[in-house]
C-alpha cells in the first residue's frame, strides 16, 4: 500500500511538474534544427515558420541548419536534445520516410524518436532541364534517355532525398537507365543544370520557382497527381504516359520524442494559426507551397503509414543509394 501511495504522489508530482512548464513556455530561445542546407525547400519553409513563431511565442526561434548524410545528421541531433520544447526540428518525408530504407545503420528511429508536431506543407517536384535541352516535355525526355540507354545523368539535391526517389521511380516506370550525381544541395545542381553540365533533374516547386520565373529552366513535366496552381501549364507525369505516377513531399515541425504533450500542443495551435494568416498563405502561394493542416496524432498516423508504404516501394523497385 505504501508503495502504491508513494507511486501515486510521483505521477501527481510529474503532472503538476509538466503543467507548469507548458505555462511557463517558453521562456528562452527555441533552436530550429534544419538537417539540410541553406536555399531547400525545408529550409525555405522552416524560416517563414521561424519568423512567425518568433512573434508568437515570445521568444527568438533560432534556425540551424545541421545538413548531411540526406538530412539524418541533422534530424539525429534533434532526435537526441533534451525533450523540453527547446529544441525543434524540420522534418519531411525524406528524413522520415526515404531515408530509414536507404541509410545503413541509420542512428534514429522515425517513429519512436522524433515526436511530430505539425505537418506544414505539400511540395510536389518538377522534372526540369536548361532552356536548350533537346527535349520539351516527358515524352520526347524518355527518348531521349532510352537512345543512349546508361549514357546520361541527371542531378538531384542528395541521395535519398524526394527528388532522389521520385527519379527512380520514373526510371523503374518508363524502363529508362540514367544516372545519378548527387549534389550536396538544390542551389549546387540547378546552376550546373542552367550550365549544361547535368542535363535534367526532379526538383521540388518551392525551390525551383526562382529560375522557372526567370527562365533559366524549363519545366517537363510535374510529380503530383494534378496540376499545380502554381505551374497550371505544367502537365503531371501520370496525364504526360505513366498513369497512376505521384511523388509528393511534405515538410513539417517535429521535437525530441518525450517533449511533453501540453508544449507540442501548444506548438501544434500556434504554427496551426500562422499557416491560416493571410501573409503567410500569400508567401506559401508565391513559393509553391500548399498547406497542410494536421493534429499531432494524424501527423504520426500518416508518418508511421508511409514508412511502411514507401518502404515497399523501394524494395519493390530496388532503389539503393549510389
Known amino acids: 500500500m505504501r508503495f502504491i501511495r508513494l507511486f501515486l504522489v510521483l505521477i501527481g508530482f510529474v503532472l503538476m511538474t509538466t503543467a507548469v512548464v507548458a505555462q511557463t513556455y517558453p521562456s528562452r530561445p527555441i533552436h530550429l534544427i534544419v538537417p539540410y542546407p541553406p536555399g531547400q525547400s525545408i529550409d525555405i519553409m522552416g524560416r517563414l515558420i521561424a519568423d512567425k513563431l518568433s512573434v508568437a511565442l ?67 517536384h518538377v522534372l526540369v532541364a536548361a532552356p536548350d535541352f533537346p527535349a520539351n516535355n516527358l515524352a520526347e525526355f524518355v527518348a531521349w534517355a532510352k537512345a543512349k540507354p546508361g549514357g546520361y545523368y541527371y542531378a538531384s539535391p542528395g541521395s535519398g532525398s524526394t527528388q532522389h526517389l521520385t527519379m527512380e521511380m520514373l526510371k523503374t516506370r518508363t524502363g529508362i537507365n540514367i544516372v545519378h550525381v548527387p549534389y550536396k544541395a538544390s542551389p549546387q545542381a540547378q546552376t550546373d543544370i542552367v550550365g549544361g553540365h547535368v542535363p535534367v533533374m526532379f526538383d521540388s516547386v518551392p525551390a525551383l520557382m526562382t529560375q522557372l520565373s526567370a527562365g533559366k529552366l524549363k519545366a517537363l513535366a510535374i510529380s503530383s497527381s494534378a496540376r499545380s496552381p502554381y505551374l497550371p501549364d505544367v502537365p503531371t507525369v501520370a496525364e504526360s504516359g505513366v498513369p497512376g505516377f505521384e511523388s509528393v513531399g511534405w515538410i513539417g515541425v517535429g521535437a525530441p520524442a518525450g517533449t511533453p504533450a501540453p508544449i507540442v500542443q501548444r506548438l501544434n495551435a500556434e504554427i496551426t494559426a500562422i499557416l491560416a494568416t493571410a501573409d503567410m498563405q500569400k508567401s506559401m502561394k508565391t513559393l509553391g507551397f500548399v498547406a497542410i493542416n494536421e493534429s499531432p ?18 524494395k519493390d523497385a530496388n532503389i539503393t543509394l549510389n
Open 297 to 314: 496524432e494524424a501527423f504520426a498516423a500518416r508518418i508511421k503509414s508511409e514508412v511502411t508504404s514507401i518502404g515497399k516501394v523501394i
Open 58 to 124: 515570445g521568444q527568438p526561434v533560432i534556425v540551424e541548419n545541421k545538413a548531411g548524410a540526406g538530412g539524418v545528421i541533422g534530424v539525429d541531433a534533434g532526435a537526441k536534445a533534451a525533450p523540453d520544447g527547446y529544441t525543434l526540428i524540420m522534418i519531411s518525408n525524406g528524413t522520415l520516410v526515404i531515408a530509414p530504407w536507404l541509410v545503413e545503420k541509420i542512428p534514429f528511429d522515425p517513429v519512436k524518436d522524433v515526436t511530430p508536431i505539425a505537418n506544414a506543407a505539400s511540395v510536389a
